[in-house]
C-alpha cells in the first residue's frame, strides 16, 4: 500500500505539472475533450449467405475495471465484463438472433468476479437463445480465460496454444522486514484482529493465512464445480487431478479432454457448421471504427511484460485480490 500511495502520488504530480506547461504553451487555456468514440458498428469477418455467426471477443486480462488513456483527450476504454454485457445487448436490441457465438480467447484469465460474471453472462445468453457456443482459444485460455471457456459447447485449441491453469491465487509481497530495517512501523489502528488481514506492512500472521486460505478453497472449489460441469463426460482423469494450476499444451489438453480439438480459425468455424448445420454463414462482429484525426491508442493495453500490469497499477485493482490468473514469473 506504502509503494502504490507513492506511486500515485508521484503520477499526479507529473500530470499536474504536465497539464501547468500545456496550459502556459497555448496562452493560458486548454480545451479537454472526453471520451469522444465513435458508435460500434458490425463488421463482416468472414463468409457469406444470410446466416449469422457473431464473433466475441476475450483479450488480455479479464477485468471489470475500465481504463483511462490519454492526457489531452483521455478516453474511457470498457472493461472485459462491460464489453461482453454490451454486445450481448446490442444483439438483443438489434434484433439479431445469430446461429451461434464463436468465442474468440486470448487470456490469462483476471479477477475471480469478473470470470464469473462473464460465464454467467454467456451462460444465460445460451439460455435463453438456445445459441450454441465455440471457444477458439489463440495463445492461451488460462484460468479465468478457461473458466470462460466453460460456457461454451466446444473448445477448439490452436497448436501453439496454452489452457487449463484452474486454480486461484492471491498475489501478495510482504515488506515488513524492508520497513523494519529503515525504521519504519505501521502504526494503523483497527476494530479487530482481523481487520488488517494478510497487510504488506506487518509480520504474516498464521491465523490470517488461514482465513486467506480458506477464501481462496471455496472459490478454488467452485472453478473445478464449473469445469466438471462444463466438460461433463469428456475429461479422462478426475478434474480434480487436473486442477492443480498447471497448464497444459494444446495437444495435451485434448488428450486430457480439457479441449474437442487442436486447430486453427478454420477448424473453428468448422465446429460451428457442425453445432449448427449450416454450411454457409456470415461471420461478424462489433468494432469501434476510430476517428480519422486520432492517432492515439483507442484502448488501454492489458497484456504488458506480465499479464498483472494492467492490474497492478489501476487505483481499482485493490478492490479484487483474488485472481483466476496463469501468472508466469
Not at 489452457?163 to 520497513?179: K, M, T, Y
Request: proline residues 6%.
Amino acid at each position: 500500500m506504502l509503494c502504490r500511495g507513492l506511486m500515485t502520488y508521484f503520477t499526479r504530480w507529473a500530470v499536474g505539472l504536465l497539464l501547468a506547461g500545456a496550459v502556459l504553451m497555448l496562452g493560458g487555456c486548454i480545451s479537454v475533450p472526453f471520451n469522444r468514440q465513435e458508435p460500434l458498428r458490425y463488421v463482416e469477418l468472414a463468409g457469406s449467405g444470410q446466416p449469422v455467426v457473431y464473433m466475441l471477443r476475450i483479450d488480455g486480462v479479464i477485468s471489470s475495471d475500465s481504463s483511462r488513456e490519454g492526457l489531452v483527450n483521455p478516453v474511457v476504454a470498457p472493461s472485459t465484463v462491460e464489453r461482453v454485457r454490451m454486445e450481448l445487448e446490442r444483439l438483443e436490441t438489434d434484433h439479431i438472433r445469430p446461429a451461434a457465438l464463436l468465442l474468440r480467447i486470448n487470456s490469462p484469465g483476471g479477477t475471480v468476479t469478473a470470470s464469473d460474471i462473464i460465464y454467467h453472462e454467456l451462460s444465460e445468453y445460451k439460455r435463453k437463445t438456445g445459441v450454441p457456443v465455440v471457444a477458439l482459444v489463440l495463445d492461451m485460455a488460462a484460468s479465468g480465460g478457461y473458466y470462460v471457456a466453460m460456457a461454451s459447447d466446444s473448445i477448439v485449441a490452436h497448436p501453439t496454444g496454452v489452457v487449463g491453469s484452474v486454480g486461484v491465487i492471491v498475489p501478495a509481497v510482504n515488506i515488513f522486514q524492508l520497513l523494519d530495517k529503515f525504521g519504519i512501523k505501521d502504526t494503523s489502528v483497527t476494530s479487530g484482529p482481523f481487520k488488517s488481514l494478510y497487510t504488506p506492512t506487518k509480520p504474516v500472521q498464521p491465523e490470517h493465512q488461514k482465513v486467506i486460505q480458506a477464501l481462496v478453497d471455496d472459490m478454488y472449489r467452485q472453478f473445478v464445480g464449473v469445469v466438471a460441469d462444463g466438460r461433463k463426460g469428456r475429461l479422462k482423469q478426475p478434474v480434480e487431478k487436473l486442477a492443480d494450476g498447471r497448464v497444459f499444451s494444446a495437444r495435451e489438453a485434448l488428450r486430457l479432454g480439457l479441449v474437442d480439438k487442436v486447430g486453427y480459425f478454420e477448424d473453428g468455424l468448422q465446429e460451428v457448421r457442425r453445432l449448427t448445420g449450416l454450411s454457409e454463414f456470415r461471420l461478424v462482429t462489433l468494432e469501434r471504427k476510430p476517428r480519422e484525426d486520432d492517432t492515439s491508442t483507442r484502448y488501454m493495453r492489458r497484456d504488458g511484460a506480465s499479464p498483472m500490469a494492467g492490474l497492478l497499477f489501476s487505483p481499482a485493482s485493490s478492490m479484487s485480490p483474488f485472481y483466476y490468473l496463469w501468472w508466469p514469473n
